[in-house]
């Protein structure tokens, strides 16, 4: 049941991603959507992990079982980064100290 909606979580993000510009509540929509997909997508590799042996490595999947093993991308790992390219100016303000939102934004303190 999880895996068809992770299907369909997948095709709601690139049809978000193809048609609409990622601002405001669209980018909020895409980043709720995509974070509903990355928690669906761990909560499957822990109940897998109960049947077969599974090891993460960047952006793969190595699922090994008594009669073989396959490789699958990290939707996951995938997905992050794409929220974190999404969001890399806003964290690139946080880690620089500064504030995104403009006029009624606090001041941040550099002592």
Same mark, same amino acid.
């Given at each position: 049941?999880?895996?068809?909606?992770?299907?369909?979580?997948?095709?709601?993000?690139?049809?978000?991603? *193809?048609?609409?510009?990622?601002? $405001?509540? %669209?980018? #909020?929509?895409?980043?709720?959507?995509?974070?509903?997909?990355?928690? +669906?997508?761990?909560?499957?590799?822990?109940?897998?992990?109960?049947?077969?042996?599974?090891?993460?490595?960047?952006?793969?999947?190595?699922?090994?079982?008594?009669?073989?093993? *396959?490789?699958?991308?990290?939707? $996951?790992? %995938?997905? #992050?980064?794409?929220?974190?390219?999404?969001?890399?100016?806003?964290? +690139?303000?946080?880690?620089?100290?500064?504030?995104?939102?403009?006029?009624?934004?606090?001041?941040?303190?550099?002592?």
């Amino acid at each position: 049941m999880y895996s068809g909606v992770i299907g369909v979580l997948i095709v709601v993000l690139l049809f978000i991603f *193809s048609l609409f510009e990622l601002k $405001g509540l %669209v980018k #909020i929509f895409f980043t709720a959507v995509a974070l509903i997909l990355i928690t +669906l997508h761990y909560i499957i590799i822990y109940n897998v992990s109960h049947y077969e042996r599974l090891t993460l490595y960047p952006f793969t999947i190595l699922e090994e079982t008594d009669i073989g093993g *396959s490789i699958s991308p990290d939707i $996951g790992q %995938v997905t #992050i980064l794409a929220l974190i390219i999404l969001w890399r100016k806003e964290l +690139l303000g946080l880690l620089q100290g500064k504030t995104t939102g403009g006029e009624n934004s606090v001041p941040s303190s550099n002592t």
